[in-house]
């Protein structure tokens, strides 16, 4: 939270002063400015802020938490991580450092930018599950198949719903109206949702598993890493019997790779505090707070 850095004396200010080409940076909920800087909160709370949360879910339901991707790891991780990278190239050029404030309540709008932009350009209906991409649309949905399971369809391109038409071997209910009329797209919807669930996951997953069709199986977390295009791709790493997503994006001259398990709180702290000058004494002194201590809610 903005300040603790400051009363631990390690804020921007002592740090400048010590290594003034540093960048400094801050990941806070709200940002570090503002009514609510200080406020406590959670990624819920935050995408509740920037109209990202509204915009998820059903129509006649709650809004859906998605997870903590579009919040601490989209808006806020990823905005520090850019942030941070962009700064250290401006500073091996000015020599300069700075500050970067990364507040996932910005990085979260930012990730609005798109349906933001439509909204001002009037092709953004502000009601939820009324628009194109938000599952309004009934070419671009989630539907349930006869065994429980789910498979994402997003024909809305001409061509490829003329696949799915022709595959599946229905016609479009004209009786219902115009498809592409929004006004029409509940009822649509109902029609997809009847035809669906005629079949199972897996008999839809071969009926289109050759052409572009752009139907696809919902996966588990459980089912993804045993997809065969994850295989390929070398997707997931697995360490010590743990499974878990490989480095991403891919470099083709310095790839990345995991070598180890996730450390365990305070494991490699004596080599870290070498790193900085602490001696072996030092370390042996400090050594239980350092693997013991945890953060308070405050903080």
Known sequence: RPGVAERLGLGPD??????????YGRMSGYGQTGP??????????????????????????????????????GGGGAFLALGMVSALWEASRSGQGQVVDAAIVDGALNLMAYTYGNLEGGTWNPE?????????????????????????????HPKFLDNFLGKAE??????????????????????????????TRNEWVELFDADDDCVQPVLDLVEAPNHPHLQARESFTEIGGTTQPSPAPRFSRTPSEITRLSPSPGEGAGDVLRDWGFSDA???RIATPVTATRATEED
């Open 36 to 73: 609510l800087a200080q406020r406590a909160g959670f990624d819920l709370n935050f995408l509740s802020l920037t109209g990202a949360l509204w915009a998820i879910g059903e129509a006649d339901r709650p809004p859906v938490p998605p997870l903590i991707l579009a919040g601490d790891f």
């Open 170 to 199: 229905v016609q479009l209910p004209v009786e219902l109206g115009d498809p592409a009329d929004v006004g029409n797209w509940p009822a649509y919807r109902q029609w997809m949702a009847q035809v669906i669930a005629a079949r």
């Open 128 to 156: 939820r599950q009324s628009n194109l991409i938000d599952g309004g649309d009934w070419r671009y949905c989630v539907y349930t198949c006869s065994d429980g399971r789910f498979v994402s369809l997003a024909v809305i």
């Open 282 to 284: 030092d370390i042996a």
């Open 14 to 23: 002592e740090c400048l002063d010590r290594n003034p080409k540093l960048v």
